[in-house]
């Protein structure tokens, strides 16, 4: 069993050792894109709610 999980363990390590890990400026500038494109999206949901929103208010008072 404690083969087993040294093997695991020595395993993981290797595979770890093969990643291209990303640069801090790549890091900090895909982070930034993220926060850019939540906010856009998060704009254009909040743009799309209110235009439904009013057209059911005027399809309501029109109705009423």
Same mark, same amino acid.
């Given at each position: 069993?404690? $083969? +087993?999980? +040294? +093997?695991? %363990? /020595?395993?993981?390590? %290797? /595979?770890?050792?093969?990643v291209?890990?990303?640069?801090r =400026?790549?890091?900090? @500038?895909? =982070?930034?894109?993220v *926060?850019?494109?939540? #906010?856009?999206? #998060?704009?254009?949901? =909040?743009?799309? $709610?209110?235009? *439904? %929103? /009013?057209a059911? +208010?005027?399809? %309501?008072? @029109?109705? #009423?």
């Amino acid at each position: 069993m404690i $083969d +087993r999980i +040294r +093997r695991f %363990s /020595e395993e993981a390590w %290797s /595979e770890l050792k093969k990643v291209a890990w990303p640069t801090r =400026t790549q890091v900090r @500038n895909l =982070t930034i894109l993220v *926060f850019v494109i939540s #906010g856009v999206v #998060g704009l254009y949901i =909040t743009a799309l $709610d209110w235009a *439904f %929103s /009013e057209a059911i +208010r005027l399809v %309501s008072a @029109n109705l #009423g």
